[in-house]
């Protein structure tokens, strides 16, 4: 196995993503969550990243550890780059899905603490909403697109690589079986065009408003809401690396964070409910900044006025001090 790693690198390859990592050693019924099998499937992958090195020490491994934070640590430890944030899915899924907040920056900040510890501060997240596994977003969240758009906007606000499950940025739904979750990218409205791959046909595409065609143009799209987003991840340092510590508003509905990067730092608050809100920003003995800024809006109805923050429905924006 390392010898095929290594024959990819040298093709230009800069990484693999690494189906259940977990997995090598074990049986399911019985062994699989022993202390002796888990240091022993850390142990293959700690010698794999070894033989990786020999030909390109920067080549990046995510893998596909699917159990707690406490589980995943110790695989950042000289063997992958990241491992998916399952637990960090459902919080998201779980937030929009409600419109009711839960702390991502107090709960991200803790994990990161841990998975920094066991990778010697080399570890980088990988947050993400669904995968080839899962009922697509738009399923989980009952064809929510509100719902969906802020699931989006929150995962990318957030520090670490996020993965976007093909589709998700159109709002594709499907759930189990698997040929259901995988089904073809509509391109066009209408099937059949060359564009588009032929190898099964789809049973949720329905009338063609879930495709490129359908949504490129569209301003409030939500292909174009991942667009904006990610534009801002782009140009935005303090978005798209460093840290992310909690900020407290108080309302349930509102979601919001701190992210730092490089001697820089944003605000972001997320208004996750149907109602406008109205948020009074406020500094304290943990956040000594003060945002006065109103720097990005997926919403041009939001305002800043001193420090009252005026937030329409399913509205993201980014502050800065």
Known sequence: MIAIGQYWLKQGVDGFRLDAAKHIYGDFGSTINSPAIKAKNVAWWQEFRQGLNEVNPDAYLV???????????????????????????????????????????????????????SSAGKFMDAPFLSNHDQPRTMTALNGNENHARMAAAMLLTLPGRPFIYYGEELGMTGTKPDERIREPFPWKIKPGSPEETTWEASQYRGDGTVSVEAEDESPRSLLNLYRQLLSWRASEPALRSGTIASYETGNSAIASYVRSADGLQALVVHNLSSRSQTVELQTSATQKTFFTKLSLATNDGASLDGSTLELPPYTTVVLKP
Do not use: C, M
Not at 68 to 86: D, I, K, R
Not at 101 to 114: E, M, V
């Open 63 to 117: 893998g596909e550890v699917w159990d707690s934070a406490a589980v995943v640590a110790p695989y950042l430890n000289e063997a992958l780059s990241s491992a998916f944030n399952f637990d960090l899915a459902k919080q998201l899924l779980g937030s929009a899905d409600t419109e009711n907040s839960q702390d991502i920056g107090f709960t991200l900040s803790r994990i990161h603490d841990l998975f920094s510890r």
